[in-house]
């Protein structure tokens, strides 16, 4: 092969990176939309401009401190007994 074919098959591999959009891109995001469609129980709601109310914002905050608090780990008694027994205790 001479080099003047060699350079017209390389011009011609690298000028196919610039033809048109694959058809996967057409659709590109529309598994996303309807997993979030599916998700969605009622899709009017969203555009609901007066949403229901919910309770103030003292209580609301009293409410999740509460809840937050309900995750605690409760103290462990005062001087609980060690127990050795890899030996070497006295």
Do not use: W
């Amino acid at each position: 092969m001479t080099t003047r074919t060699i350079a017209g098959i390389v011009a011609l591999l690298l000028l196919q990176g610039c033809t048109t959009a694959p058809r996967f891109e057409k659709d590109f995001g529309k598994s996303v939309r309807a997993n979030l469609a599916a998700q969605t129980i009622d899709p009017r709601r969203a555009a609901n401009p007066n949403p229901a109310t919910g309770i103030d914002g003292p209580a609301a905050l009293a409410a999740q401190q509460r809840y937050q608090r309900s995750f605690a780990q409760p103290e462990s008694a005062a001087n609980t007994p060690q127990l050795n027994t890899l030996g070497g205790g006295k």
